[in-house]
C-alpha cells in the first residue's frame, strides 16, 4: 500500500471512530490538559484540515528532507516556544471542535475528499510549503498519517470507543516512529526496550 493510499485508509478509520464518538461527552477528559472535544478538534485539523491547504501551496525550496526531521524539529525550539505553539493549537483545536456541527463523522469524512481531491493534483516529488518548511509530498502525507493514527489511538482511549486503522498504517507509523528516536539520538534506549533488554524511562515519549 502507498503513502497515499495509506493516509486514505488511515483518514476513513478516523472519521468512523469520529463519528462514533459524537455519542460521547466531548467535555470529558481527553489527552493531558484537553478535553475529548480539544482532543478531537486538534487531531482533525492537524491531520486533515490543513492538508489541501499545504498541498495548494508550493515551496520555493526543500527544508525539510523526512517526515522524522518534520517532527524532530520541535526537539531544537526553545521551550517557551514550544509551550506556546501547545496553547494556540489548544484554542485552534476547540474552534476545530465546534466547527464539525452536529455530525462530526460527516464533516471528517468530507474533510477526507477534499484531501483526496488536493492529494490528485500534486505528484510525489512536488515540494509543498508545511508548518516546517518545504517538503516534498511524499515525505510530508506520512506527518499526516501519523496525526490520525497517534490521535485516532487517543481518542480510543478517551472514550473507549474502537478505532482501527489498516495494519499498513500502523506500520508506517510505527516505523516513522523509530526513525524519529533514532534521528533524536534515543534509538539505542528504545531498541533495548522493544527487545526485552531494558526499559524506557518513565514519562518518555517520542514526540
Do not use: N
Not at 483518514?11 to 468512523?16: G, L, P, Q, R, V
Not at 452536529?102 to 490528485?120: I, K
Not at 526513525?179 to 528504545?190: E, K, Y
Request: hydrophobic fraction near 50%; charged fraction near 20%.
Amino acid at each position: 500500500m502507498g503513502f497515499r493510499h495509506t493516509f486514505l485508509s488511515a483518514a476513513t478509520a478516523y472519521a468512523d471512530t469520529v463519528g462514533k464518538a459524537a455519542s460521547v461527552s466531548w467535555d470529558g477528559p481527553g489527552l493531558g490538559e484537553w478535553t475529548v472535544a480539544e482532543l478531537i478538534g486538534h487531531a482533525t485539523g492537524s491531520g486533515l484540515g490543513c492538508v489541501p491547504t499545504v498541498l495548494r501551496t508550493p515551496a520555493e525550496q526543500r527544508s525539510i528532507a523526512t517526515p522524522e526531521d518534520y517532527f524532530a524539529l520541535a526537539k531544537s525550539v526553545p521551550p517557551e516556544m514550544l509551550a506556546a505553539a501547545r496553547a494556540a493549537s489548544t484554542e485552534l483545536g476547540r474552534r476545530d471542535a465546534t466547527a464539525l456541527g452536529d455530525d462530526p463523522g460527516a464533516a471528517v469524512r468530507a474533510m477526507a475528499t477534499a484531501a483526496e481531491a488536493a492529494l490528485a493534483e500534486v505528484s510525489d516529488d512536488d515540494v509543498v510549503e508545511s508548518a516546517a518548511g518545504g517538503m516534498r509530498v511524499v515525505d510530508w502525507l506520512p506527518t499526516r498519517t501519523f496525526e490520525l493514527v497517534v490521535h485516532g489511538l487517543d481518542i480510543s482511549a478517551a472514550t473507549g470507543i474502537a478505532f482501527e486503522p489498516s495494519d499498513a498504517a500502523l506500520a508506517d507509523v510505527t516505523a516513522l516512529a523509530a526513525r524519529l528516536v533514532v534521528a533524536v539520538g534515543d534509538g539505542a534506549v528504545v531498541l533495548r526496550a522493544l527487545t526485552g533488554r531494558g526499559a524506557l524511562p518513565a514519562g518518555f515519549a517520542v514526540g
